[in-house]
């Protein structure tokens, strides 16, 4: 009699420990997530059924957990037709250990682990993080090819990143997927959580609110919350883009710009530099991307900010000892890279003939930001190195990798004078290129039969580079043969693109993306090459290799080995002594 009533409960115990392992997920912060002592975060638990509050229970390490946390629960009777779900917001965990939270619900029970760490004290003043947006190793090759030479098999110099005296691999994958995207990877780097494509500062949960998600905040966010040191945000892309929004922004959709750019004049930051300016203007402006009428640049001066829109205003602002808050938009939309700024005059240059370099914003956010006598955190992007590999225009992500290392250099020279400076230079994800050997025009045949390989590649003969570690002639008669591993449909003509940025692939009538005729028409003798991506792909997508990190200064030695992406905002804060102590 006995016989049926313990299948029964033999068979919740393993269905409902199967539920658990499969809906892991559903609570967030997720398993094996690490958090900083102290930082806030939401916490929410999605069930598959719909159920009562009241039947619902909750503990953490064991004890109810409202007995451990202060939030009150917010309870959401059914989410979008999957079931209920309850969210405690602005979470703090101030005791460092490991952290267990089960969720039990009559049908179901759900459980996760957590890693809450704490750091000692403060040990650097100021920490510059420089992101190479994309950056693989063939582009710091080319670019240290370019900008130093080689000659028998050595180089005539080093990148200003070379010789950091600290190396990491970076392990840059998602909570969702194995190949990441700017937003997730680098909302890794500012969280320390990991999160899915396209989202920043959140957790993707089942909300159907792009701003509604379970939050996680930003290293830019503790310390405006937890010190008075100043941060400063350069980026040559649009400032809305991922890799500066995921300083700012909590949004499941990285596309969410007119958020992001709100977010960047709340968030309270000293320095903000880059593109995207057509969303800092009201949408009765020109240009304008806005669907409302707020004017940003007009609240940014309100706040007392110096403005900036041309290289002139920038270094004049910067310079004055009076400055000590900046806010400069140089572009409508992304910046233009070096290659086309300094010598082909290519892409948007004669619109938009006065853009800094990034150089120069680095420049000027470090003279504003070390103003502050209790330090600054500088997150600085060479976001074109990306915007670059995806169409597979190697020459100017490597002119654009040349500037990240000129960018760095001025870093480090800050830091000879500040040896209280943590540097790191890492990308966020990488890219496929690979430098396979030299083209020869003087080779007779066909034009594949004149990539020299092994010992008929010889070396390439770029002219010495300039003051700025630039060669003023790229299409010479032996060049780095350049290919990428992931591509659409393409012509191959294995020459730099004078004219503008390489557009490979264009829609067809049936909506696939073909190689560019274009192209053929430029070159008659060009290669079609057959894309390896779905048709629906343009461009060259991200790969998982392993992003190479370097680092220098106070803090630096923990960078070693191979690391999780996550764990570079876990030496920034312990660094900065941002955490629970």
Known sequence: MKTPRLIRIASFIFFGSITGFLQAAAIYPIDQATILAGSKFDIKIEFNTVINLG????????APINKIISAQPEFISNENGKGSSI????????????????????????????????????????????????????????????????????????????DMPSTAMIGTSGSDSLITDSANSMSAYTTGHK???????????????????????????????????????????????????????????RADKQYIADQLLSSGAEVILGGGSAYFYPQSTKGSRRKDEKNLVENFKLKGYQLAFTKQELLSASESRGTKTLFGVFHPDNMDGSLD????KKN????????????????????????????FFLMVEAALIDKFNH??????????????????????????THPDTLIIVTPDHTHSGSISGVVHDDKPGPLREKVGIYAEAGYPNYPKADIQGYPNKIDVSKRIAFFYGSYPDHYETLHPKMDGTFVPAVKDDSGKYVANPKYLQLQEDAIHVGGNLPSHQESGV????????????PGSENFKGFMDNTEVFKIMVQSLGLGSK
């Open 391 to 416: 169409p597979l225009d190697w020459e100017r992500a490597a002119f654009d990798t040349i500037m990240l290392s000129n960018a760095v250099q001025i870093a480090k020279d800050f830091a000879k």
């Open 341 to 344: 700024r300094l010598y082909l």
């Open 542 to 553: 991200h790969t998982a290799d392993d992003a190479v990190l370097n680092a220098m200064g």
């Open 55 to 62: 039947d619902a229970e909750i503990e953490l390490n064991g």
């Open 195 to 253: 999160t899915a494509v396209n989202a920043m500062g959140v957790y993707v949960s089942r909300a159907s609110d792009n701003l509604s998600h379970p939050k996680v905040e930003t290293i830019a966010e503790l310390i405006k919350r937890n010190t008075k040191m100043a941060v400063g945000i350069v980026s040559d892309a649009e400032l809305e883009d991922a890799t500066p929004g995921a300083m700012v922004s909590h949004t499941r959709r």
């Open 348 to 375: 948007t240059v004669e619109q938009f003939p006065n853009q800094p370099d990034l150089t120069e914003m680095t420049q000027s956010a470090i003279d504003v930001l070390s103003r502050n006598p209790n330090g």
């Open 87 to 162: 969210l405690y917001r602005e979470v703090q965990l101030t005791k460092a250990g490991k952290y267990q939270i089960v969720a039990r619900a009559p049908q179901e029970r759900l459980q996760v682990n957590w890693d809450v760490y704490a750091t000692g004290p403060r040990r650097v003043k100021n920490v510059i993080l420089f992101i190479g947006d994309g950056m693989t190793i063939a582009n710091r090759t080319t670019a240290r090819v370019l900008s130093k030479g080689i000659q028998e098999g050595k180089y005539q110099g080093r990148l200003a990143f070379d």
